[in-house]
């Protein structure tokens, strides 16, 4: 039996699947207020979505701590604690930048290069972060693209996965480490794709884990597994994978690593199936992404199971 959770989600999706052809009626006469549309229909979605007491802007920059200013993003979530005098200003304060997105209504090969790039120059606006495997791959800024629909050809079954191939080989060649990666990316009519990094360093890793998938040798013997996983749906698919159910529980427990309070909320939409499983092609990168100190704590101790520990398998 369906749950409301997830019919609910279907409702968005059918929303937002009218919207596209009603806003795309009118694109080519008027592109600008076209993308306006498309924009303000995610940053809706958000408002309605996230935890109310974030803030929700549009069209803005972020300002690190030393001055320097990001590309202009479509999209940004702010924590409860920005100062309301600031708020409508267009430069946001780093410290308190929750997540940024880059909304297309339609999302086209020649964007990817690009949004890689500002998702790059976001995650070095903070300092990077030491300590734990978690802080080590991650930056606390989440990155995003939120799209209505795609160019790609639908002709071919699995065609979602080769988007994914395509970005994420992009993504690769457009970044030095892991935590310099985009977060996630929603076709709200196609798939999300949502990175993923996973620990193969310690006494509690096997041998099972080094798969064919992965670009290992058979001289490897620890390293990161990174790589995005994708969610599609088809008129086959289980109906309780919704894309943008995906999405939200998605977003849910990458906040829920910084904001404590909203980790309830994320557990029951991981238990309402919000955060479903897909299919992903994992690359094997080197281990000495993470620190000395890090690494001699798993070789001796491991991960160590929980969704919410900084040093659990799964980043």
Known sequence: MRSELNQFMQQLQHEL????????????EDPGTAGDEGEENWAALLRNWLPSN????????????????SPQVDILVLHPAYPKHLINKKYYLAGAVLAVFECKLTLRRRHLKKIISTAFAIKNLVPER?????????????????????????????????????????QFEGVNHPREMLDIMCIADTAVFRIFKSILVGPNISK??????????????????????????????????TILGTLI?????????QDTSIRPMAEYYTLGSL??????????????????????????TGTVEGRWSEWTEWQ
């Open 54 to 69: 974030y803030h929700i802007v549009t069209k803005g920059r972020i300002l690190s701590h030393d001055g320097e200013a």
């Open 130 to 170: 030491t300590g734990s495997p978690y802080k080590e791959l991650n930056q606390p800024i989440i990155t995003g693209v939120l799209a209505h629909s795609h160019e790609w050809s639908t002709e071919k079954e699995y065609y979602a996965f080769d988007i994914m191939e395509k970005f994420q080989d992009l």
């Open 275 to 300: 955060d479903t499983g897909g299919i992903s092609k994992p690359y094997l990168c080197d281990a000495e992404y993470l620190s000395e100190e890090v690494l001699d704590k798993l070789r001796k």
């Open 249 to 257: 529980g998605d977003l849910f427990i990458r906040l829920a690593h």
């Open 208 to 241: 099972e884990e080094f798969t064919e998938g992965m670009l290992s040798g058979p001289e490897v013997k620890e390293g990161v597994s990174v790589g995005y996983n994708c969610t599609w749906q088809q008129e086959e698919t289980d109906p309780f994978d």
């Open 17 to 28: 699947s009218s919207e596209y052809k009603r806003i795309s009626a009118r694109s080519i």
